[in-house]
């Protein structure tokens, strides 16, 4: 009998799934009171007192909360069936709350900006605003940079049935494929997730036959893709232009609270080091019996296929390892694994990939994944788990001071999955075990230093480009095997051209380059982990206090306060480029005879 589900549940959320008579319920009301909230917001001049002001921030924010939830219940339908239609037309609707949410904090934030120090003041002497004073002046800030109220809210509007609308063309060309794939002499229909796990196999010529099919596969697309990103990509553009940003990385440095300078200084020490990680790829693919890796190649297990998990299995390990970092995490993944917060049945009609998503009202979180019992199938479930405990420590936070960004929702995932990670190259019992397990982990590396840069390149150059017009399929491409070639130091044998047609991140309109934070969470976590180990079981409630303040400074100041450094330096980023590498220094030992 197994002890964990594999199902999520989300009745205790909204009955009856898409069909639920509570959330159309939702709906309706929560459009009507942000309507109402929306004429009152209209009225505030500067005879407003600091009550005042209080309520319609509480209201806002109670609203918010309402938002999310619907906005999550829903994507989680489609997630679990990328065929539910009545989900999509919900979503629709759910982006129309969306907009007038925006409008209304975008007028609240512009008369934030005429507020008397006065009243400023003694708006702050409310604890629950003094717990968001970070956020209202962040507020207070970007409302000078953008477009007037009555703009920005048609640019919403419009957005509704534009924009997001070609983001989820992504959903409905992922939910029609059906790839066929020959196995053991029967041919089966695949949906795009469970080909995907195919290329989990040593096997050269299996994962060569998968690669050839997958690359088709998004080939087949690539017309409906390209017009898709053209037109996220033509509406950003378009908004900045208005709003006189000169650059597409202000929004997603801004959405991050990150500078440039950090930014800068991250991907230079990445570049300067990446060379590094060549002799463990050139050392991977001797290993494989194949002359270079090529790009779908990289993630390939070494060694056997590795230990395989039961669900059941997988969970009580990380349950186990996270106890021995710290009690309060391990209880969390333990309830949240026995409660039904988990999708991770393998089976079609699911979308590929996997996410934590959050549900504020009820202070609960749900993830998805498909789980196919391999080890990075266990290292994906801790990384979830890892974002859904960061929200969980939080969940008492009034709802503007739990908005933490992609950057540091990395850290906090990464961090956990290091922890399992770990402790499994630790467990090893065989020198097999022990390199497959260190593969695997420098993989990570891999992804994040040279994968994720290659995204990041791509993705700034297509806008380059989309600047001048629309950008063929051909031309996208060519982007992106320039930018493969860049990033992994030109040491792969073949590339992945159709990439940018394939990845859910490209077509995302919430976070636009949905890429470098992933590597800013992954060396950020890197040195926190460091401090982890040097300071033993007490640094739980230190790592608890800086994910408790991660929606309330910028990384720059959250770094000083926490760990004493300065982020848009060099020396922090070597240092834990340096930490990863000890493993490939590792590997390269366990490997040198074979």
């Not at 066929?180 to 040593?202: D, I, M, R």
Request: hydrophobic share 40%; net charge negative.
């Amino acid at each position: 009998m197994r002890k964990f589900p594999l199902n999520w549940n989300l009745e205790n959320i909204y009955a009856g799934g898409s069909a639920s008579p509570a959330l159309l319920e939702r709906i309706e009301e929560t459009k009507l009171s942000l309507s109402e909230l929306k004429e009152v917001v209209q009225k505030i001049d500067d005879q407003i007192t600091a009550s005042t002001l209080y309520e319609i921030l509480q209201r806002l924010q109670k609203y918010g909360s309402y938002y999310a939830d619907m906005y999550s219940f829903v994507e989680c339908l489609i997630a679990q069936d990328v065929k539910d239609q009545q989900a999509k037309i919900l979503l629709g609707q759910i982006h129309e709350i969306g907009a007038i949410f925006n409008a209304v904090n975008a007028t609240l934030d512009s008369k934030l900006i005429d507020i008397s120090s006065e009243v400023w003041t003694n708006l702050l002497k409310y604890p629950e605003m003094e717990k968001i004073a970070f956020v209202l002046s962040e507020k207070r800030a970007q409302a000078k940079e953008k477009l007037s109220p009555a703009q920005e809210e048609l640019a919403g509007d419009l957005s509704v049935d534009g924009y997001h609308a070609w983001s989820g063309m992504y959903d409905t060309i992922v939910g029609r494929m059906q790839i066929p794939y020959e196995e053991n002499g029967e041919t089966k229909s695949l949906s795009v997730g469970q080909l995907s796990n195919k290329f989990a196999t040593k096997d050269n010529g299996v994962r060569a036959k998968v690669a050839e099919i997958w690359e088709s596969a998004w080939e087949n697309e690539a017309e409906l893709c390209a017009t898709s990103l053209n037109h996220i990509a033509g509406y950003r553009l378009q908004l900045y232009k208005h709003r006189k940003w000169d650059h597409v990385l202000k929004e997603p440095l801004a959405n991050n609270r990150m500078t440039a300078d950090t930014l800068d200084a991250m991907w230079n020490s990445i570049v300067q080091e990446k060379h590094r990680l060549v002799p463990y790829m050139e050392r991977k693919a001797k290993m494989l019996g194949i002359d270079k890796l090529g790009m779908l190649d990289i993630y390939a297990p070494l060694g056997s296929e590795g230990k395989s998990f039961t669900y059941d299995e997988a969970c009580e390990f990380i349950i186990n390892h996270f106890r021995k970092f710290n009690t309060d995490m391990a209880d969390f993944a333990e309830m949240a694994l026995s409660s039904g917060w988990i999708e991770a049945e393998d089976r079609n009609g699911k979308r590929p990939g996997g996410f934590m998503t959050e549900f504020p009202v009820a202070s609960e979180g749900r993830i998805f994944m498909t789980f196919s019992g391999t080890s990075n199938c266990v290292s994906t479930l801790a990384h979830e788990l890892g974002h859904a405990y960061h929200s969980y420590v939080m969940k008492d936070l009034p709802l503007f001071a739990q908005q933490y960004r992609m950057n540091v929702a990395e850290t906090a995932s990464t961090f956990a999955e290091t922890i399992v990670i770990d402790a499994a190259i630790k467990a090893a019992k065989t020198k097999e075990e022990k390199i497959t397990l260190l593969a695997e982990k420098i993989d990570q590396a891999v992804a994040f230093l040279m994968d994720i840069h290659a995204r990041f390149l791509f993705e700034n150059r297509f806008y380059e480009a989309r600047k001048e017009g629309a950008v063929s399929t051909e031309s996208l491409c060519e982007l992106m095997i320039a930018a493969q070639k860049e990033a992994f130091a030109d040491t792969l044998g073949s590339y992945h051209p159709h990439f940018w047609a394939s990845k859910l991140h490209f077509y995302g309109t919430d976070v636009p380059f949905y890429n470098f934070p992933y590597t800013f969470g992954y060396l950020f976590s890197s040195g926190i982990y460091a401090r982890a180990i040097e300071e033993g079981t007490g640094f739980g409630e230190k790592y608890v206090d800086l994910l408790r303040d991660t929606a309330s400074m910028t990384v720059e100041d959250l770094a000083e306060r926490h760990l004493q450094i300065d982020l848009t330096q060099p020396d922090f980023w070597k240092n834990a480029i340096d930490l990863v590498m000890t493993d490939v220094e590792e590997f390269l030992a366990l490997t040198d005879e074979q």
